[in-house]
């Protein structure tokens, strides 16, 4: 069985002038994607935000072919776009134009633009792949990659150095955290797709403190490995005006460039990260002092 329709929400982009007004049910509306992944489906969200398609694919008894939406007026999904996926689920392959890649649990691929058949299946419908994906415009095309965190290099397949799994923080201030950068400069070419993960060490539970901004890039986290009774409450907003939505397991948040983007959970938990915009300096942000925070 094949799975072909790839059904698209559009959501708009906003300004930090309507956002402090917003009730927590427009907060959730406009920021938040509930429910990434279903069983069979490919869900996606294209925000105007520095256009980046966000999505989740999860097959069980289906294969699925991710195809071109409606609202993105193209041939097919990468005619003038670029890929990054990161499996959170059990094992699976990513068929790109003929070429079948088996993608591990916590692994990845970079497709680049111009590939015409994208192809999505578990290799165990008992134990199915989570696929998450951001896409953004690209304007040339470059190879697609493999990436690991684990493992041996070769023509195609790209092992994550040690100098992109970078340790931060500290137990003491409840923020040591793994970071391990999967698409940017100097790994993986893309056009302006640059995606990670990072791993929060037990007993701690602030993610990326203090907080920022970068108004170059639009950043959208997708928070996974939290409990059913867990959560994460993600601050969003300017400094000075900052909001929070309460985030479940597998749920991701669109942060536009002008807001913070941080979080803080009932327990450790992993988030993976995704930025497109202007350029791809990953150090390009402007600090936040927290005594500065409101």
């Keep these: 069985k094949e799975g072909r329709l790839s059904k698209m929400e559009v959501r708009t982009a906003a300004s930090p002038k309507d956002v402090k007004h ?55 999904f990468l005619q003038r776009r670029e890929l990054g996926v990161i499996n959170i689920g059990g094992p699976g392959y990513v068929k790109v134009d003929g070429k079948i890649w088996e993608i591990d649990s916590r692994d990845g691929i970079y497709i680049g633009m111009g590939n015409r058949e994208l192809c999505f299946e578990s290799k165990d419908r008992k134990n199915p792949a989570k696929f998450y994906l951001n896409s953004a415009p690209a304007h040339q095309s470059y190879p697609t990659k493999r990436i690991k965190q684990n493992g041996n290099p070769d023509e195609d397949t790209v092992v994550i150095s040690q100098e992109n799994k970078v340790e931060l923080g500290k137990l003491e201030s409840s923020n040591h955290r793994t970071i391990c950068k999967y698409i940017l400069p100097g790994q993986v070419k893309s056009c302006q797709l640059e995606m990670g993960m990072t791993s929060l060490k037990p007993g701690s539970v602030w993610n990326t403190l203090p907080c920022h901004t970068h108004d170059r890039r639009m950043e959208v986290y997708l928070y996974f ?35 913070i983007h941080s979080g803080c959970g009932s327990q450790a938990y992993t988030f993976i990260w995704g930025m497109v915009g202007e350029n791809q300096d990953f150090d390009d942000m402007d600090g936040i002092d927290n005594k500065d925070l409101r």
Excluded at 52 to 71: C, D, F, W
Excluded at 235 to 252: D, K, L, S
């Design 22 to 76: 917003y009730t927590t049910e427009r907060l959730r509306e406009e920021f938040l994607i509930p429910s990434v992944f279903c069983k069979d489906e490919i869900k996606l969200v294209y925000s105007h935000n520095d256009r980046i398609i966000v999505g989740g694919i999860m097959p069980v008894e289906k294969k699925l072919m991710l195809t071109a939406a409606q609202e993105i007026r193209a041939e097919y």
């Design 225 to 259: 490995d939290i409990p059913e009774d867990g959560f994460v409450m993600h601050y969003m907003g300017e400094p000075t005006e900052t909001r929070h939505i309460i985030v479940h397991n597998e749920e991701a948040v669109i942060s536009p460039s002008w807001s």
